[in-house]
């Protein structure tokens, strides 16, 4: 999670089209940040399907596979982040588990795509 001062809570539109797609790398959150407030106002919760994004809007729903085995699951994003500069998206813990991301491995090549 990012400090409410250092982001933009607005993100950008989506394109015309209505899809998004990006590649890169994927992390997840600290337990230790279970209740801790997100950008968007929400509290986190590490057994709840979400993520965060740099610029994708607040609510937009994500498709994210994970490209290494395969697995996929959609979150959505309600937080700004990720704060290492060479990902593209923090995952929930339970986002994280169901990709087959653990502590263990930490990070994973991810696609994510905007879902209707």
Do not use: C
């Amino acid at each position: 999670m990012l400090s409410a001062q250092k982001i933009k809570h607005e993100g950008k539109p989506l394109p015309k089209s209505g899809t998004f797609k990006q590649e890169g790398k994927a992390s997840f959150y600290s337990n230790k940040l279970k209740n801790n407030k997100t950008a968007s106002g929400e509290m986190y919760d590490p057994k709840l399907l979400t993520a965060a994004h740099r610029t994708l809007p607040f609510q937009t729903m994500l498709k994210v596979t994970n490209k290494q085995n395969g697995k996929i699951v959609i979150v959505r994003v309600n937080d700004r982040g990720p704060g290492v500069k060479a990902h593209i998206l923090d995952l929930s813990k339970a986002a994280a588990l169901q990709l087959g991301i653990t502590k263990a491995v930490g990070i994973a090549d991810v696609l994510i795509e905007t879902t209707k």
